[in-house]
C-alpha cells in the first residue's frame, strides 16, 4: 500500500514557510516595526552617548552596529515563533506532511529577510549620526554571513525556549553566550572594514562568519526535529 500522505518536496516547502511569513508581517507589521524601533532607539541614544571625533567613531561603529543587530534580531526570533505557539499553528506546522528540518529553514530564511531590512534602514542612520558610510561591499559581506549564523543560531533557541515561561528573558540569556564567537568575529571584521585596514588584517573574519554558519545550520538540521519534541 502506498504512502497516504505524499511528503512535500525540502524546497518547497521552506519557501512555502517563508512566503506565509513574508505575507503575515506584510499584514501586519509588527515584528519588523518593533524590530525596527528598538533598533532607531538603540542607535540613537549610542549616538548621543558617544559624542565622540570622527576616528574613535569609526572605532565604536562596528560595536555598535552588532549590539544592535543582536538585540534588535533577538526580539524578532522570539515573535518569530510565539506568534506560531499563541496562534495555534506551531503545532499543525509540525504535524504537517514535511521534514520537520523545514520549518527551522523557513523560520530561519524568514529572520534572515527581516534582520537585512532593519540593517538596510540603519545604514542611512548611521551615516547621519555617526559621519561614517556604511556603504561598502565588503562590510555587506560581513554583514550577511553575521546575520545568517545569528539567524540559524537564534531560530534553533527560540524553538527551545518557546513553551518556556518568560521567553523573553530565557532567551538572551541561552543565545548571547552561544552566538558570543560570531559577534566577536562580525565586530571584527567590520572594524577593520570600517576602519579602512589592509585586507590581510580582516579576511580571516568572514571565513570564520561562514564556518560558523556552516556549523551551526548543520547542527540545527539535526537537532530540530529533537529541540521541537515536548
Known amino acids: 500500500m502506498g504512502e497516504v500522505t505524499k511528503r512535500t518536496p525540502f524546497v518547497k516547502a521552506v519557501l512555502a514557510i517563508v512566503w506565509k511569513d513574508l505575507r503575515a508581517e506584510l499584514r501586519s507589521r509588527e515584528m519588523v516595526s518593533a524590530m525596527l524601533m528598538f533598533a532607531i532607539l538603540s542607535v540613537v541614544i549610542f549616538s548621543l552617548a558617544l559624542a565622540l571625533d570622527r576616528q574613535a567613531r569609526r572605532e565604536v561603529i562596528a560595536g555598535v552596529l552588532w549590539v544592535t543587530l543582536t538585540f534588535a534580531g533577538t526580539l524578532g526570533f522570539n515573535r518569530s515563533l510565539s506568534q506560531e505557539k499563541d496562534r495555534g499553528s506551531f503545532d499543525a506546522l509540525l504535524l504537517a506532511p514535511v521534514d520537520r528540518s523545514t520549518l527551522f529553514f523557513g523560520k530561519m530564511a524568514g ?17 547621519v549620526l555617526f559621519g ?17 549564523g ?19 528573558m530565557l532567551l ?24 579602512d585596514e589592509l585586507v590581510e588584517s580582516w579576511a580571516m573574519w568572514p571565513v570564520v562568519l561562514f564556518a560558523y554558519d556552516v556549523v551551526f545550520s548543520a547542527a540545527a538540521y539535526m537537532l530540530f526535529d529533537y529541540v521541537v519534541e515536548e
Open 150 to 168: 545569528l539567524a540559524a543560531v537564534g531560530t534553533l533557541l527560540s524553538s527551545m525556549t518557546v513553551h518556556a515561561r518568560g521567553r523573553e
Open 132 to 148: 561614517v558610510s556604511l556603504f561598502e561591499p565588503a562590510l555587506w559581506l560581513v554583514l550577511v554571513l553575521g546575520v545568517i
Open 111 to 127: 529572520n534572515v529577510v527581516f534582520m537585512l531590512v532593519v540593517s538596510a534602514a540603519l545604514v542611512p542612520l548611521f551615516t
Open 172 to 195: 538572551p540569556i541561552v543565545l548571547l553566550p552561544v552566538a558570543l564567537p560570531l559577534i566577536m568575529a562580525a565586530v571584527n571584521g567590520s572594524r577593520g572594514i570600517l576602519g
